[in-house]
Each structure stands twice: as structure tokens, then as C-alpha cells.
Nanobody, 124 residues
């Protein structure tokens, strides 16, 4: 059973940057794709980024493309999310999750094993 622990959230001004981290334990990390999701108050959880098992492919949702970068370090069982040019609408609880790719695309229904999340607040 995998356990995921997110960290790195906080309060940042619009236009600022944050780097989120997620460490995994309890399973073979490199066997799986990893992803980041977020959930804003009153909204459903949404997928924002995914990375294949070896880091060879990364995919992003439209709202974060060209601003966020997902990366992983299989030796450390960690996945990261570098967030630049942050906007107030990026305010949410951010979660990492484990899942799979299928036919070259993240299979969103496969992602789970949620951690507790880390709060990101973008405000002046």
C-alpha cells in the first residue's frame, strides 16, 4: 500500500513561484506514473499534471501549461511540481497521486492513493 506525503505549499503573491514535493513509500515508486491534482474551495478535484514512470513524458492541463513543470526522482521516490507565474485562481489544496498511462496519455481514472494535500494560496 503506497503512502504519499505532499509538502511545499504556502502563501505566495501573484506572479510568484512555489515548488511542491511529494514523497512516496510502501510500494515500487518507479513502476507507476505520478500526477498532481488540485481542489479549490467549492470545486471538484481537477487533474493538472502527470509524468510517466521514467519521466520520459509529461502532460499538463490547459490552465497550467507553460507555467507549471512536473518532475520526478525515482532514486528518492519523489515527484515535484514547479509552479511559476502563479495566479489567484491557482489557490487550492494540491495532491499527488499514483496511476498509469495508457496509449501515451495519463489514464486519469487510474490515479489515486491520495495524500493529505498541501495548501497553496495565491494572494496579495
Amino acid at each position: 500500500q503506497v503512502q504519499l506525503v505532499e509538502s511545499g505549499g504556502g502563501l505566495v503573491q501573484p506572479g510568484g513561484s512555489l515548488r511542491l514535493s511529494c514523497v512516496a513509500s510502501g510500494d515500487t515508486f518507479s513502476n507507476y506514473a505520478m500526477a498532481w491534482f488540485r481542489q479549490a474551495p467549492g470545486k471538484e478535484r481537477e487533474w493538472i499534471a502527470a509524468i510517466s514512470w521514467n519521466g520520459g513524458r509529461a502532460d499538463y492541463s490547459d490552465p497550467v501549461e507553460n507555467r507549471f513543470t512536473i518532475a520526478r526522482d525515482n532514486a528518492k521516490n519523489m515527484v515535484f511540481l514547479q509552479m511559476n507565474a502563479l495566479k489567484p485562481e491557482d489557490t487550492a489544496v494540491y495532491y499527488c497521486a499514483r496511476g498509469d498511462y495508457y496509449l501515451g496519455r495519463p489514464l486519469l481514472s487510474s490515479f489515486g492513493s491520495w495524500g493529505q494535500g498541501t495548501q497553496v494560496t495565491v494572494s496579495s
